[in-house]
């Protein structure tokens, strides 16, 4: 590539500081060019790490016609009119997941043109890991069978009672929705993509708090049924004082695949014997750094759509408000 592709970065929280901002100084096609967070102290952490122009408000950035796209690592409560902004002002987006909290916010972004959507991709990075195309590769030869038993365990954000403050920045998150709002956009998403589509019908959902005063649900889950039968079973759950394995695991009448949250490591379970695969680098790095490469080549015109795309965005919401809307209704 001749000419680097000029990024900025919205939204300097753990994820961004942790995981975009240095995929973007790792890729040698981009420029980062600005970072944008209403908070000074932010800014000043994340100019430790990149000497660029910091601004309070993303149209402050937007003013640099050189910027070809911006990375939206914002809370999924006021993305939606962010991706807009950005598309309507004739650059790229990558909008971390889940876009929205609900499909009505999201409803705006369904409103851009066709031209205009072309420009948006999805930040559901684990999509991109190796280890989740091995998986559907063995799931569409039929090397584990079908119908199929799916069960996903997503347990994630410990109570930590020595970072109070961590805990409260995600009991405010989950005023916004319960786990499986903000969890399942990667999770239903997966399922989507090693499945090969939505499922018939979410067959019962549930809910529950761990402890009074919380702002809504910290653990939730549904049953999903698909046309051939496979069943998928999902566990979400933040804020307690300890957390069960974070894993996905696939059943079928031949064979059986684990695959650790943690890690994307695979074990493949088959009465040919037990197969073990890791992937290099760590799992964030791969994934973080093939999105952002997909996100350079949708820029430059080496990949034809986004991929992600809001469609894939807006499917996993969508069934991620279904469920939470079902185990609301289970607690009466």
């Given at each position: 590539?001749?000419?680097?592709?000029?990024?900025?970065?919205?939204?300097?929280?753990?994820?961004?500081?942790?995981?975009?901002?240095?995929?973007?100084?790792?890729?040698?096609?981009?420029?980062?060019?600005?970072?944008?967070?209403?908070?000074?102290?932010?800014?000043?952490?994340?100019?430790?790490?990149?000497?660029?122009?910091?601004?309070?408000?993303?149209?402050?950035?937007?003013?640099?016609?050189?910027?070809?796209?911006?990375?939206?690592?914002?809370?999924?409560?006021?993305?939606?009119?962010?991706v807009e902004r950005v598309a309507r002002a004739g650059r790229f987006v990558l909008a971390e997941k889940p876009v929205a909290t609900s499909a009505r916010e999201a409803a705006r972004l369904m409103n851009l043109s066709a031209t205009l959507r072309k420009r948006v991709q999805v930040g559901l990075a684990y999509r991109h890991d190796p280890a989740?195309?091995?998986?559907?590769?063995?799931?569409?030869?039929?090397?584990?069978?079908?119908?199929?038993?799916?069960?996903?365990?997503?347990?994630?954000?410990?109570?930590?009672?020595?970072?109070?403050?961590?805990?409260?920045?995600?009991?405010?998150?989950?005023?916004?929705?319960?786990?499986?709002?903000?969890?399942?956009?990667?999770?239903?998403?997966?399922?989507?993509?090693?499945?090969?589509?939505?499922?018939?019908?979410?067959?019962?959902?549930?809910?529950?708090?761990?402890?009074?005063?919380?702002?809504?649900?910290?653990?939730?889950?549904?049953?999903?049924?698909?046309?051939?039968?496979?069943?998928?079973?999902?566990?979400?759950?933040?804020?307690?004082?300890?957390?069960?394995?974070?894993?996905?695991?696939?059943?079928?009448?031949?064979g059986h695949v684990l695959l650790d949250g943690r890690t994307f490591r695979l074990r493949l379970d088959t009465v040919d014997g037990v197969e073990d695969v890791d992937f290099e680098p760590d799992r964030v790095t791969r994934c973080f750094d093939r999105q952002v490469r997909r996100f350079v080549d949708l820029i430059t015109g080496e990949w034809?759509?986004?991929?992600?795309?809001?469609?894939?965005?807006?499917?996993?919401?969508?069934?991620?408000?279904?469920?939470?809307?079902?185990?609301?209704?289970?607690?009466?």
């Amino acid at each position: 590539m001749s000419e680097r592709v000029a990024l900025a970065l919205a939204g300097l929280g753990d994820i961004g500081l942790s995981a975009h901002l240095p995929a973007l100084l790792r890729n040698p096609d981009v420029q980062l060019t600005a970072l944008v967070d209403p908070v000074p102290a932010r800014r000043d952490l994340a100019r430790l790490r990149a000497s660029v122009p910091a601004y309070a408000e993303l149209a402050e950035a937007l003013e640099d016609r050189a910027i070809d796209g911006v990375v939206l690592a914002t809370p999924p409560w006021v993305t939606p009119h962010l991706v807009e902004r950005v598309a309507r002002a004739g650059r790229f987006v990558l909008a971390e997941k889940p876009v929205a909290t609900s499909a009505r916010e999201a409803a705006r972004l369904m409103n851009l043109s066709a031209t205009l959507r072309k420009r948006v991709q999805v930040g559901l990075a684990y999509r991109h890991d190796p280890a989740l195309e091995l998986l559907r590769e063995w799931i569409a030869s039929r090397r584990l069978g079908a119908p199929l038993l799916v069960r996903a365990h997503v347990y994630d954000e410990r109570r930590d009672a020595a970072d109070p403050a961590h805990a409260a920045r995600i009991e405010s998150t989950l005023a916004h929705g319960m786990p499986v709002v903000h969890e399942g956009a990667h999770v239903l998403d997966w399922c989507r993509f090693l499945l090969g589509g939505e499922p018939e019908r979410v067959e019962d959902a549930w809910a529950l708090r761990t402890r009074p005063g919380l702002s809504g649900p910290n653990l939730c889950g549904a049953r999903l049924a698909y046309s051939d039968g496979t069943v998928v079973l999902a566990e979400f759950g933040w804020l307690t004082g300890a957390l069960p394995r974070c894993e996905l695991d696939v059943l079928g009448d031949r064979g059986h695949v684990l695959l650790d949250g943690r890690t994307f490591r695979l074990r493949l379970d088959t009465v040919d014997g037990v197969e073990d695969v890791d992937f290099e680098p760590d799992r964030v790095t791969r994934c973080f750094d093939r999105q952002v490469r997909r996100f350079v080549d949708l820029i430059t015109g080496e990949w034809p759509v986004p991929t992600p795309d809001l469609a894939d965005g807006l499917a996993a919401l969508e069934l991620s408000e279904r469920i939470a809307w079902l185990a609301r209704e289970s607690m009466g």
